[in-house]
């Protein structure tokens, strides 16, 4: 029997329909949550990623900001703006749209954001927070992840989790989620050792490597839920997962699918956090 496939465009409706009814609720309130986006240089998947983060909003009625700049930006002129963002009290959210161009630092520019206004959840007191299971902003594509399984209504407490990569973005953080909802987790990566020994043990298997199709059905265990955050492209040059989708829907209990799997929720959990960011902003007044 072919696996349950776990739909993201279907889940990231879900939720989407009660965070725009939160930012109604703001509204009302006389508050209106504001995202500003910020784009160097001229990468193609970025603005891509960027036109469809602001029409989100624009579905939603959170009111957004582009800043773009090229190439030739330097480090302190972007730090310089990301400040005045901070001190903008109609912005909640700033995100920074990686990757950042050679010469300048990423690590500084994520550490110039206030943590409060860190609604990708990447900077070091967010991440920090997150270990040790306080409040904070979450990384949008590991919450995506775990709001899929919560829909799904999969428990992952007792659960062997396997990481298939360890990036700060996606791999290490989901790993520390699914630890804080009980699971024993596994964490896997480019120097490990007869992969497929870990993954054919995963009662949950998520893969972040970055590698065309690298995962088959034969490395999976039999009823594992797999989630598949690899955004690649195949031979044909087709959209397409970490996982061999066709091999692996015949072995796992749950898949989603590349696209539409948890892409739609990455965007989703932004729009989440700017509202929790915008609420709490409201809260403090």
Same mark, same amino acid.
């Given at each position: 029997?072919?696996?349950?496939?776990i739909d993201g465009k279907q889940i990231a409706?879900?939720?989407?329909?009660?965070?725009?009814?939160?930012?109604?609720?703001?509204?009302?309130?006389?508050?209106?949550?504001?995202?500003?986006?910020?784009?160097?240089?001229?990468?193609?998947?970025?603005?891509?990623?960027?036109?469809?983060?602001?029409?989100?909003?624009?579905?939603?009625?959170?009111?957004?900001?582009?800043?773009?700049?090229?190439?030739?930006?330097?480090?302190?002129?972007?730090?310089?703006?990301?400040?005045?963002?901070?001190?903008?009290?109609?912005?909640?959210?700033?995100?920074?749209?990686?990757?950042?161009?050679?010469?300048?630092?990423?690590?500084?520019?994520?550490?110039?954001?206030?943590?409060?206004?860190?609604?990708?959840?990447?900077?070091?007191?967010?991440?920090?927070?997150?270990?040790?299971?306080?409040?904070?902003?979450?990384?949008?594509?590991?919450?995506?992840?775990?709001?899929?399984?919560?829909?799904?209504?999969?428990?992952?407490?007792?659960?062997?989790?396997?990481?298939?990569?360890?990036?700060?973005?996606?791999?290490?953080?989901?790993?520390?989620?699914?630890?804080?909802?009980?699971?024993?987790?596994?964490?896997?990566?480019?120097?490990?050792?007869?992969?497929?020994?870990?993954?054919?043990?995963?009662?949950?298997?998520?893969?972040?490597?970055?590698?065309?199709?690298?995962?088959?059905?034969?490395?999976?265990?039999?009823?594992?839920?797999?989630?598949?955050?690899?955004?690649?492209?195949?031979?044909?040059?087709?959209?397409?997962?970490?996982?061999?989708?066709?091999?692996?829907?015949?072995?796992?209990?749950?898949?989603?699918?590349?696209?539409g799997g948890v892409g739609p929720m990455t965007? !989703?959990?932004?729009?989440?956090?700017?509202?929790?960011?915008?609420?709490? !902003?409201?809260?403090?007044?």
């Open positions: 029997m072919p696996a349950k496939l409706k879900y939720f989407r329909d009660s965070i725009t009814e939160e930012v109604k609720q703001l509204k009302k309130e006389g508050q209106v949550p504001g995202l500003a986006v910020v784009l160097v240089g001229e990468n193609p998947a970025s603005k891509t990623y960027v036109k469809m983060k602001r029409k989100t909003c624009e579905e939603m009625g959170i009111h957004s900001v582009l800043v773009e700049y090229n190439n030739k930006v330097s480090e302190n002129e972007l730090l310089e703006k990301i400040e005045q963002l901070n001190n903008d009290s109609s912005i909640h959210g700033i995100l920074v749209q990686l990757p950042l161009p050679e010469g300048i630092e990423t690590a500084k520019v994520i550490e110039r954001i206030s943590p409060d206004k860190d609604v990708d959840g990447f900077h070091p007191v967010n991440i920090g927070r997150m270990m040790i299971g306080e409040d904070s902003f979450l990384p949008c594509t590991p919450y995506g992840i775990m709001k899929m399984l919560q829909y799904e209504d999969i428990n992952p407490a007792g659960k062997h989790a396997v990481v298939v990569g360890r990036s700060n973005i996606v791999g290490k953080p989901a790993g520390q989620l699914l630890l804080r909802e009980n699971a024993t987790v596994t964490y896997c990566h480019s120097k490990t050792e007869n992969l497929s020994d870990y993954t054919r043990n995963a009662d949950i298997l998520i893969s972040a490597a970055g590698r065309a199709k690298f995962i088959n059905g034969n490395d999976i265990k039999p009823g594992a839920v797999v989630i598949d955050v690899g955004m690649n492209r195949d031979e044909e040059g087709k959209l397409c997962g970490d996982i061999d989708f066709e091999s692996a829907r015949n072995t796992a209990g749950y898949i989603t699918p590349v696209p965007i !989703t959990m932004l729009m989440y956090n700017t509202v929790k960011a915008a609420r709490r !902003t409201f809260n403090n007044l």
